[in-house]
């Protein structure tokens, strides 16, 4: 490695040393940001398997250069190099002479002994093991493409097939319950007034300032305010210019919110801060506008904090946001109704108004779009004081820039108790679950911003899976029991007379055709009269129903009139001789229902019609026309 201070000339990743041997020079990726490159270094001399390293550092180097890939991409496969680095000096009886171009010795095996045994080294359940074998198994494929590049046609043979180590799991994070939802929502609504309040405190300042503190004075917040606003002094400028800490008044110490005893120099940057502060947001003003976008639309912290300006187009019925979603590639436009605003709770009964939020977002963060140059320019804009306060930056919400802090410290500053752990992710969940139950488990709809898979892999568990089961459940349940429950309606005479009525048409739910037809007897169908025997719901459409009359009395389509009572009354001892011949389980699952609709109808009747209907059966002997397969019933 070259000395600090030396040149050092970067050529397509790799650092050019000295040497001539390719083995010998360490391959650097360079992962360009817009603040700052980040150099990831690899070096194949730190191990005895060196050639074989140097092999998959070039490839390392060429597959991220290619992808465009992350940092973490990066890390993840030089973690995979190392790991199989590690192992082939233990495990290879001669490590130099390993290489991807070579079966001798056996590098194939190697490393299908050492996916085997990877899930070992790791807590169980864990994902690393799966992504050390993808890097290897994605570098080891990425050289066997490339036309000029050799691989040995054992490692070709391994590559072709699944690694086969196991997958893993992780812990799926469950969504805040209500309560928390509400507080979190509440508190960022505080939040949000607080910062308003302060940078209005800002503006006070710089009005009452004299002018540039050379000639107005360097121990006045206002004039040390407006230099620092109108550009006429940097940060360093004030750090250096600022007279001793003796000799600042208690207004200026105030401002700092200094504690004594506290360095001088400490001093002037926590000041810096503080200045910062009274222009532009910071990070704890940012999360109270990402709570409530994440609750208003529903969408992934990634997709709310990476919105741009560009992004915001505002509707005269609210406001219409442009998310992108990087993983899933997907590009979304949607719009977001105002609501009713008032000043007590901006976003209606429960706080959420998206078209409010971004409102105020961009009210607060106006100054900040002015000062910067950044492109495209982030709707979640802030500006931190780095160096301990010499430089002054402009960044987006989550950049490592200057002062940060977390979502849970962000939480904690604000006295809230949640649940662990205190991840913003969990907002997103809440979101499902209230689209679970709002669109009452109906998965291809819930599953509306990606695949139904992924719906069952990342959200079907804790409230969601037992909101969808249990309205399954529910439907399932009524389902039935309106089909076990729905019996015949039964008519009396007076009804029987009023029967061609246009309100009794109407409630009943029947043509003057059919009510004629059932005054008639032109629908009897043995016990009782059908409404529609054509129209079953136990046969087919349009077909004659095929169990009647044995299931009359469990059927909607049924219609008791007086003149049906002997023909019931015959059903009942019918029933009443199945009842003795049948146990209490098997009579009830075949005719449970039925025997207690039939006791419900004749409850109805009077002992003088009942009596009347018993003579009728007597002098007339009339019987039970049932189907021959309903007189042979058996326990069986």
Known sequence: ??????????????????????????????????????????????????????????????????????????????????????????????PQAASLTEDRPDLAALISEMWRTLPSRYGAGSSVPVQRAQSLHVLVRFRAQRQDAVVAAGLLRLVSASHGVPVGKSRELDEFSRQEKRSLIRVAWEGIRQAEERLERGRALIASAAGHPDEHGWLNAGNLLWALAERQLSAVDIVAGLPPLASWPEELVGLASLRAPVRALLARYQLVTVLVSLLYPRDEDLYGFQVLLMAATGRASEEVAGLNVDDVEFTPSGVRLTMRKKRAHAVRHQVFDAGEVDAFTPGGRDGRNAAEAVRRLMALTERARRDCILDPMPLFLRAAASKKGRLLRFSRLGDI?????????????????????????????????????????????????????????????????????GHVVNQAQKTWFEAATAGPVSLSETAVEELEQPEALDALGISREQAGQIIAGELDMGVTTCRDPFNSPYSKQGELCAVAPLRCLECR?????????????????????????????????????????LRAVLSERTAAEIAAARDLIRQDEVSLQLPLAARAEFDL
């Open 401 to 469: 820039v200057g002062r940060t802090i977390s979502f849970s410290q962000w939480t904690k500053s604000h006295g809230l108790e949640l649940s662990a752990p205190i991840d913003i992710r969990r907002l997103r969940k809440s979101g499902k679950v209230e689209k679970v139950i709002a669109r009452r488990g109906v998965v291809s709809d819930i599953a509306d911003d990606h695949t139904v898979e992924t719906f069952k892999g990342h959200y079907a568990h804790g409230t969601t899976v037992h909101v969808v089961s």
């Open 1 to 94: 490695m070259p000395r600090r201070g030396e040149h050092r000339k970067v050529v397509l990743g790799l650092i050019a040393q000295e040497q001539d041997a390719s083995r010998l020079r360490v391959r650097r990726v360079v992962i360009k940001s817009p603040h700052r490159d980040t150099w990831i270094d690899l070096d194949p001399m730190a191990y005895q398997c060196s050639a074989l390293v140097a092999e998959l550092a070039d490839e390392w180097v060429a597959y991220v250069a290619l992808a465009r890939g992350t940092a973490s991409l990066a890390y993840s496969l030089r973690l995979a190099i190392r790991d199989l680095a590690e192992y082939v000096d233990r495990h290879c009886e001669a």
């Open 557 to 597: 389509n049924a219609f008791v009139l007086p003149s049906n009572l002997p023909q019931l009354l015959l059903f009942s001892d019918h029933l009443e001789q199945l009842r003795l011949r049948l146990s209490p389980p098997h009579f009830h699952a075949l005719w449970g229902q039925s025997w207690a609709n």
